[in-house]
C-alpha cells in the first residue's frame, strides 16, 4: 500500500508541524487499527475519546492533524468521503504563564558570566520571544540591520 501520511506531511514545510501531525496520525491508527478505506466517523469519534488524558492542546492538535489528512485524502480521490469533516476539537485552555519578578530577572542577569550571555537573557527577558525563536536568531540577522532585529516568530509572524 502506497504511504499516503508521507505524501501528506510532506505538503507541510515546518518539520515541527510534520512531527506533531505524524504523532496525532499514529495515535489515531494505533487506536483504531482498519485501513484508511475502512475508517468510519464512529471510529474517529470513539478515538477522540481516548484523547482526554492529554492538554486540550494535545486534543485539539491530534484532531486538527486528522481532519487534515482525511481532507487531503479526499482532495486527492483516495477517499471518497471524509469521515473526520465533522469531528470537534475542544476549546484550548492555555495555563497561566509566571513572569518573572524584577529581582529573579536582575538574578540571572547577573549570573551572566560575559556580554553574550546578558544580551541574549535580556533580550528574552524583555521581548517575550520564545525560546526557540532566541535560539533560532543569527548574527547575520542582527548586521543586516544593527538598528532593528527583525524575528520571525511561530506562525511565520
Partial sequence: ?????????????????????????????????????????????????TLKHY???????YIKA????FKFLEEVEILSNNPASKLSAPRVVNKPKDALDRETALKMLNVAKNPRDKAIIALYLSTGIRV????????????????????KVKGGK
Fill in 1 to 49: 500500500m502506497k504511504n499516503y501520511k508521507q505524501t501528506f506531511l510532506n505538503t507541510f514545510s515546518s518539520k515541527k508541524t510534520q512531527i506533531s501531525y505524524l504523532q496525532g496520525i499514529n495515535n489515531m491508527e494505533e487506536y483504531v487499527q482498519k485501513d484508511i478505506h475502512d475508517i468510519k466517523r464512529i471510529d474517529l469519534v470513539e478515538w477522540k475519546n
Fill in 55 to 61: 492538554s486540550t492542546a494535545t486534543q485539539a492538535l
Fill in 66 to 69: 486528522i481532519k487534515s489528512y
Fill in 132 to 151: 526557540q525563536e532566541l535560539i533560532d536568531i543569527r548574527y547575520q540577522d542582527y548586521m543586516s540591520d544593527p538598528q532593528h532585529l527583525t524575528l
